[in-house]
């Protein structure tokens, strides 16, 4: 049985790529119980997220707990997920990440908040400044001799001589607390964000101390990759700066 609700409008999630075309699904009613807890609705419509290997999420979620993006019904983490792949991945026959990983969208949401620092690091060490600085959206890689799946971010500066400075971020699926930076070829050095190691310790610290702890984060990430950038003879001046945070809407957990 399908019913429309009028009243509720539709939300705005910074991130998340609205598309008129599926305004009516953000308040189709379902008639699954809602997986968030002490939600009481049963005007629930399932996740429509499917890994690579064929698995469905397995949750369901009334029209003011759900998420829609490209005419899709997604869960938070999911949501998270799709809106970190590039335009045009899902819905092809490109292989989901895997159900449970948090991959994709924990790089695209640490290289969002560390994207105009890293910029500015890259093209301060550009002293001719013809360099060409090219972006990559996040994308799939395989590393190590297994092959291991992981999810990458990239920033790359060409000079016209054709010389070429790589820096990215990458988020193993089998490893997916950890941020692992990348210089060129190699992987200099694999953190933990603040707020996943808080999350597996069970604490919650105050917001100031929160906030800190995200800043330092950033920092380090920083300072390694101008580290990196040192050890490869292309230094920059300066120890690298770190800007304000984006929303904290889809942030994954
Ligand atoms: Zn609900
Ligand atoms: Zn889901």
């Not at 029209?63 to 983490?77: F, N, S, T, W």
């Not at 989901?96 to 690091?121: C, G, K, N, Y």
């Not at 193993?172 to 310790?201: F, G, S, T, Y």
């Amino acid at each position: 049985m399908a019913s429309w609700s009028r009243s509720r409008q539709r939300a705005a999630i910074p991130g998340v790529r609205a598309e008129p075309v599926a305004a009516r699904l953000v308040d189709l009613a379902g008639d699954q119980v809602c997986t968030q807890p002490g939600c009481p609705r049963a005007t629930g419509i399932a996740c429509e997220y499917v890994d690579r290997r064929g698995h469905h999420c397995r949750t369901a979620w009334c029209p003011e707990h759900r998420l829609v993006i490209d005419g899709r019904v997604y869960c938070r983490r999911h949501a998270g997920v799709v809106s970190a792949l590039p335009v045009g991945y899902v819905g092809h026959t490109a292989p989901m990440p895997d159900l449970e990983t948090r991959a994709p969208s924990l790089v695209s949401w640490v290289a969002r908040e560390v994207d105009a620092d890293i910029r500015e690091l890259l093209l301060a060490g550009d002293r001719d400044s013809h360099a060409q600085l090219i972006t990559d959206p996040v994308y799939l890689v395989f590393i190590g001799r297994d092959r291991r799946r992981a999810w990458e971010r990239a920033w790359k500066l060409v000079d016209p001589a054709g010389d070429s400075l790589r820096v990215s971020l990458l988020v193993e699926e089998a490893a997916d607390a950890e941020v692992a930076i990348r210089v060129d070829l190699a992987i200099v050095e694999r953190l933990a964000p603040p707020w996943i190691i808080q999350r597996l310790h069970g604490a919650l610290p105050p917001p100031e101390v929160d906030a800190q702890r995200r800043k330092d984060f950033n920092r380090r990430i920083l300072s390694i990759i101008s580290k990196g950038m040192e050890r490869e003879g292309r230094g920059s001046p300066g120890a690298p700066g770190v800007r304000g945070a984006p929303e904290a809407a889809l942030q994954p957990r």
